[in-house]
């Protein structure tokens, strides 16, 4: 919640504009360099509300902050309200405001939905890759803020479980595989399998450059013209149309190898500590969109050309005409998003669908949720694509086909290595014996935090060396500023002090650094609700980050075991455990676990 006097603030100004109070809040921000005030108010944030002018609403704040009892001084710089708070009332108003952040929900009961978000998605015919881990960090943590804001969350996960690309693998094991098993191989069975994937691509490969050197005139022609001319793509064609016949060997050997795969995904999501309430497979879900397409045709939503394509005309959405059945009337694959959303909305009734996948996607999505209008369905004005950019390494993009992927697995114990290299170099004793559980947590936390802290949209290069250091803008960083109060309250307790919560005097901290530092901590409640509100992470983790770092400025400035006296250690104690209890909570919005010593 925000601090009581800006809460104060928000009642008095709807009174003043005839507005409903609950409405709108007051966010404040820090003040520039140059101004001596402990917040600024920023009226233009409010026009949209109060539906005035900005300065018209300064006049106002100004007027009202003058007469209450907690405000020191008020400077009104057009717009913008500059404002100091008496210091026995800042850190008690402040401090407040972020306990009661922690421990409620950010939105209003009133306000409060069912949200059903799917993410991660993978295909069955390859491990997860980075790629993938950046999907499920967005969409864990972003669940996680929705929950924060008091939703009911629904983490669903559409396994892509049939097609050519599934066939690909299969057919490449049957030719090269020899029935090996992931324990013969001594392999998790997704990395089994995405063996066999790159094996296909390999052969494919060959078969078309032998193709080309017999035939001449087909130089010229790309991967996909020439598929089906290769002796491997037309088998794999041949194997989907079985698979879709029902084909008992086909779909033994499909069950087996997905039965392998799901194994290794749920090893792989369980390191990473993500969980599903519902896994949806395609498999059983793809034909439910092509019945929902021919009654749209028979209700004369959809059309159908003359070569017996079915289509949807979506031109007053500027997105042309989209084919939902084939001539031969096979489905595509937005045919089956159809049928799946469906499918969803039935089962749990949300009143928003969530998809997170990658911004090559938005036409698809834009398509889909035109389409699911078209069906005359009032939830698809909540459907929402959070669309995210592509991860690639410093030394370039990733492909899957040629292998050259960074396996999540792989990722997870080069980062085990280095945090676990990185703590024992700070550890001047004998190793400790948790020394594996911490490296765990700090390699987890480092993945996560640099795969949050940018928006979502942006196309990020991950960096496994710098994720992990303990100074600069990562999470191991602010994990370390956790444990440093931990640390610091049990030499507090060591020495014989007892720290009294009832007893705190705020008063008594009056310096810049702890008067900006109290200041901070009420900008929690902010920083989580613009992040739910926009759906992004890396507002909670750049404000997380910032704390961390005006927490190490105020203990490089003031000494807490070492105070002046009791009651002033007292106070900085009750501010320390504040910015840990943020940065715990926040932390573990973001998947972050804390360990208690670094």
């Not at 030719?175 to 494919?204: R, S």
């Not at 948790?434 to 795969?451: C, H, Q, S, T, V």
Request: glycine letters at 6%.
């Amino acid at each position: 919640m925000n601090p009581a006097f800006l809460q104060n603030l928000s009642t008095r100004l709807a009174e003043n504009f005839k507005v409903p109070s609950n409405e709108f809040f007051i966010f404040p921000e820090i003040p520039p360099h140059n101004i001596d005030a402990d917040i600024t108010i920023n009226c233009f944030r409010l026009v949209s509300f109060l539906k005035v002018k900005p300065e018209l609403i300064a006049e106002n704040v100004e007027e009202i902050l003058k007469t209450m009892p907690q405000v020191g001084g008020v400077q009104r710089i057009k717009a913008f309200v500059n404002v100091n708070l008496k210091p026995e009332v800042l850190h008690q108003e402040c401090v407040e405001s972020a306990r009661n952040t922690i421990v409620n929900s950010i939105l209003a009961p009133d306000k409060h939905m069912r949200i059903l978000i799917e993410f991660s998605s993978p295909n069955t015919n390859k491990p997860l890759h980075l790629g993938h881990l950046r999907n499920n960090a967005i969409g864990n943590s972003v669940a996680e803020l929705l929950k924060k804001a008091g939703h009911t969350v629904i983490k669903v996960n559409l396994i892509n479980d049939r097609g050519i690309h599934i066939c690909k693998s299969m057919l490449a094991y049957k030719l090269f595989g020899n029935n090996i098993t992931p324990k013969e191989a001594g392999k998790k069975g997704d990395h089994l399998v995405g063996d066999f994937y790159v094996k296909f691509d390999q052969e494919l490969k060959k078969q078309i450059e032998e193709l080309k050197k017999t035939n001449p005139e087909l130089r010229e022609l790309g991967e996909e013209e020439l598929f089906l001319k290769t002796p491997i793509g037309s088998e794999a064609q041949e194997m989907l149309k079985k698979w879709e016949e029902g084909d008992c060997e086909v779909r033994n050997l499909w069950k087996k190898m997905n039965s392998w795969v799901m194994e290794g995904f749920k090893e792989t999501y369980q390191r990473m500590g993500v969980f599903f309430d519902k896994y949806y497979f395609e498999s059983n879900t793809y034909l439910y969109g092509k019945k929902i397409v021919e009654e749209g045709l028979q209700k004369g939503i959809f059309s159908k050309r003359q070569d017996a394509a079915i289509f949807a005309n979506l031109e007053k959405y500027s997105l042309g005409e989209k084919v939902l059945l084939r001539p031969d009337g096979t489905s595509v694959y937005i045919t089956q998003d159809i049928g799946t959303t469906l499918i969803k909305q039935e089962e749990f009734s949300p009143d928003q669908q969530i998809w997170v996948v990658g911004d090559e996607q938005i036409r698809h999505f834009q398509t889909l949720f035109a389409i699911m209008k078209e069906l005359g369905y009032s939830w698809a004005e909540r459907l929402t694509h959070l669309s995210y950019g592509m991860v690639n390494l410093p030394s370039g993009k990733m492909k899957s086909r040629e292998g050259t992927v960074v396996d999540a697995d792989d990722l997870f114990e080069e980062l085990f290595n280095l945090a676990k290299n990185a703590t024992l170099k700070r550890i001047d004793s004998e190793i400790p014996e948790d020394i594996n559980e911490r490296a765990e947590l700090i390699a987890m936390g480092a993945l996560k935090f640099m795969l949050l802290k940018f928006n979502p949209k942006t196309t990020i290069t991950f960096d496994p060396q710098a994720s992990v250091k303990f100074e600069g803008d990562t999470g191991p960083y602010v994990q370390y500023a956790c444990a440093r109060i931990n640390s610091i309250l049990k030499k507090c307790s060591e020495s014989g002090f007892e720290y009294n919560p009832e007893s705190t005097n705020f008063a008594l901290m009056s310096s810049k650094e702890e008067r900006e530092l109290s200041v901070f901590c009420s900008l929690y409640f902010s920083s989580l609700y613009f992040a739910i509100e926009k759906l992004d992470p890396s507002i909670l983790s750049s404000y997380l980050l910032d704390l961390a770092k005006k927490f190490s400025r105020f203990y490089r400035e003031h000494s807490i075991l070492n105070a002046e006296n009791d009651s002033l250690r007292n106070a900085r104690i009750s501010l320390a455990l504040t910015v840990r209890d943020i940065l715990k909570e926040g932390l573990a919005i973001l998947g972050i676990q804390v360990p208690e010593a670094m």
